[in-house]
C-alpha cells in the first residue's frame, strides 16, 4: 500500500453527496485493499458544513466554484446537480486543471458530454458518469467495457424509479395516475414539480447517454422523441393485465434501417420479457449484443447508497488507473448517426376505443384497419349495453407506425368513436 | 492509434476458440476504436488446423504447450479445458513467462486460481476468467470493480444452462426429468455424460469463484456442498407452480454468523423474484451489497457467441491495460473464512409426503413438526383415496434447516408415509 492515497473533493453534501461521503468512511479499509492506496476526502462543498457526516479533516468550502479552482485534489465528485450553472462550472474547472471528474448529473451529460469529453481529453483527465444511469446498476461499466466486443443493435431500459414506482402501484391497487402521484409526493418518491420525471425527461437524459455508449455517436438530448405516463390509465393497466402485458416507461435506442431510433414511452411488456418483473423503484437496462445476445441488467435506479455505490465505483477505477474513453471510444470518432424518421417504427400496438355499442360499429372499425392493412390479433369487448359507451380493446401485429397513426386517426373519426384513441405500443426484445 | 498491436495466442479452437477467432475478425475495427490497438492472433493451438475460420497468418501448433512456451504473444487465450493438464501446463507456462492469460475455464480457476492468481502477482501478469461464469454477463467484472464500494452478503444464480434448460422444459411441457434429459442430450444441449451438469458439479465450480470474490476468501471448491437436479420430479414442479412457485437449480453463497456458507441445490423460488423468470438456457446472478442493494445481472450463460464475448472482454481490459487484482485484492489479503456449519442454515421449506390415505396420518405429521417447532404455512392434499398412496405437500415457514432434516427423519419413519420425503428450500433475496 505504498502508492499516494486518491484525494477526492465532494460538492454538493444532500442525498447522493451524503450516501457518498458515508461510504467512503464505513468502506475505508475494504476500499483501500481493493485500490491499493486510500480513498481521502480532502474537500467538500455545501451551502453550510453538516455536522452528522464523517467528514474528518476535509477543508469545507461554501463556494464550490472556489473548491474546484483552489483546492487540492485529484478527482471531483460534482453532486450538485442541473444541467448547466454551478455544476457545469465546476466540472469544467477541475477538467481544465487536468483533475478527473465523477458525476451522478445525467442531465449535465445528456447536454454537455461531447464538450466535457473533449476537454477530459485535451487535459489527460477522466470523466466518470456511471451514477448518471440506472443507480448503482454498474450499467455503464457493461456497455464500455462488459460487452465491448458486441456490436449493439438495441438498448431499452426502465430508467425511473418514480414512473416505475407509480405505475407499479397503480396496477397493484388499481388506482388512477393522479392519486397514486399524489401520494408519491407525500412519501418523498415523487417531486413536488414531477414533470421532470413524470414526462419522460428523466429517462430521456438516460437514454441519450446510453445511446451514445450503444452507438458511438456524440449524445444528444434533442433527438430522444419523449412521451410520459400522464395519459397512462387504471383502465388500460387493467387490459393490460388481462392480456398478459405489464406497461411500463420505456426508453429505447434502437439501429434501424432508416438510422438510428432513440424515444421514450409507455409500452406494453409481455410477461414473458424481463421486464415485465421490474417493479417499484427498481430500474432495468436490456442489451441486445450481436455476439452475447440478450442482457439484463437489474437494480435499485436511485437513492442514497445505490448512487453511492455507482459514484465509488467511478472512483475505484481512478484510484486504479482503469480509464476507458468518455463515451467508449475517442470523441473523434463519435459519429453523428441518421436519425430515423418518426413512423418509420414497426411494432405491435394496443388500442383501445371508446364507443357507442350500437349496430355495425365493429364492421367499420374493422374496416379501417383492413384499409391500412393493420392485422388484428387480440380483441376484447364484453358487457353489452346498447347505446351506452364501452371500451373496445384491440392488440394488432407488428405493422409500420405510420399505417398505425393513420388507422388511428381515421377511426377517431368515425361518428361512433366516443374519445380519442389510446394507443400503447407492445415492445420487447 | 499509435500504439502496438496486442498480441494474441489462443489455444483450443473448438466451439468457444472458434467463436473467439470470428468474433475478433468481425469487430477488427470496432475492437480497435475501443481499445486505441489492434488485436491481432499471431498463433494457435488445435489438433489440426481448421479451414472455416479466418485465422490470417497466424502461427499454428498443434502442440499447444509448444505454443506457449515458445511463441511471442502478450495474452494467452485458454479455451481447453479441463481442471489439469494441457490448461494448467501452458496457463502456468506463459504466466511464468510474465505473459497474461484469458480463461473459460472455471474448473481450473476453481481448483487452482490462488496458485496462478499468486503466480500473476509475482510476474506481474493479468489472468483474466470474465467467461468462466455467466457466459457472456459480465459478473465478475461487476463483482469486482462496479460493486467494488460494496461489502457482499449474498451472491446467488443460476449458473447452469443446461440444467436451467431442462427445468424449464420439464415444468412447460410437463415431462420427467430422465425424459428430457435424453431429448437435452440428442440436442446437444447437454453432454453424453450429463454428471457434470445434472450433478451441480459445474455450478459448484461458478459459485467457488464467485464466493471468492464476494468475499475475499480463497476460491476452494472443496467447501462447496453439492445437490444436483436428478432427484427434481415433475410432480414437484407441478406443485411448485400451483404453490406461486419455480424450481430453480441455484448456487448460494451468504455470509451467517457462523460463517460463510456456499453450497448448490435445487429451490423453490417465489414468482416475486426475479430469479422464478430466467428460463431455458439462461443464467443469473444476483448479489446483495451492503450499498447498492439487491442487483440482478442475466444473459446467455454458454455457447460459442455469448462466450466469445466474454474472452474479448478480458482481452479489451488487457489491451487498455484496466487491471484489477484477480480475485479483487492481492492473494495475500485473500483471508480464510470459516464455513457455516451443515444444518445451521435457516429458510423455508416444500416438503412433499407420499402416505397412505388412512385416519389419522395428518395429526401424526402435524405433531412431528410442532415437536421439531416447524411452523407450517400452507397443505396442499386432495383426492381422497382411502389406503391408496396419496401426496400431501406443505410448505414451512423459515426454519433452522437441523430441525428440519431432524422433523423429515421422523416423518420418514412413520408407519403411513410410503416413501423418503422429498424436501426442497425455499429461496429469495
Known sequence: MSAAPLKIAIAGLGTVGGGTVELLHAQAELLAARAGR??????????????????????????ARAMAREAEYDVLVELIGGADGIALDIVTAALERGRSVVTANKAMIAHHGVTLARLAEK???????????????????????????????????????????????????????????????????????????????????????????????????????????RHVSALDIRYADELGYRIKLLGVAGRTEAGIETRVYPA????????????????????????????VLEGRGAGAHPTASAVVA?????????????????????????AAPAGSHRSAFYIRLMVRDEPGVFADIAAVLRD????????????????????????VHETDEAAMMRAVDRLAALASVAEPPRLIRIEAL
Chains 1, 2 share one sequence.
Open 372 to 395: 391500412e392493412r393493420v392485422s388484428m390479433e387480440q380483441v376484447i369487448q364484453r358487457g353489452r349495453s346498447p347505446s351506452e359507451i364501452v371500451p373496445v380493446v384491440m392488440t
Open 268 to 295: 406494453m411488456v409481455p410477461l414473458s420479457f424481463p421486464l415485465a418483473h421490474v417493479n417499484g423503484v427498481f430500474n432495468a437496462v436490456v442489451t441486445e449484443g450481436d455476439f452475447v445476445g440478450r442482457t
Open 38 to 63: 486510500t480513498l481521502a476526502v480532502v474537500a467538500c462543498a455545501a451551502l453550510a458544513r453538516p455536522d452528522h457526516l464523517p467528514l474528518g479533516e476535509a477543508r469545507f468550502f461554501t463556494d
Open 123 to 229: 487535459t489527460g483527465a477522466v470523466l466518470g458518469f456511471e451514477a448518471s444511469v440506472g443507480g448503482g446498476i454498474p450499467v455503464i461499466k457493461a456497455l464500455r467495457e462488459g460487452l465491448a466486443g458486441n456490436r449493439v443493435n438495441r438498448v431499452m431500459g426502465i430508467l425511473n424509479g418514480t414512473c416505475n414506482y407509480i405505475l407499479t402501484t397503480m396496477r397493484e391497487q388499481g388506482r388512477d395516475f393522479a392519486d397514486v402521484l399524489a401520494e408519491a409526493q407525500k412519501l418523498g418518491y415523487a417531486e413536488a414539480d414531477p414533470s421532470f420525471d413524470i414526462d419522460g425527461v428523466d429517462t430521456a437524459h438516460k437514454l441519450a447517454i446510453l445511446a451514445s455508449l450503444a452507438f458511438a455517436m456524440p449524445v444528444d438530448i434533442k433527438r430522444v422523441a419523449c412521451e410520459g405516463i
Open 314 to 338: 467511478d472512483l475505484m477505477d481512478i484510484a486504479r488507473n482503469r480509464t476507458t474513453p468518455t463515451f467508449g471510444v475517442p470523441v473523434e470518432r463519435l459519429a453523428e448517426q441518421p
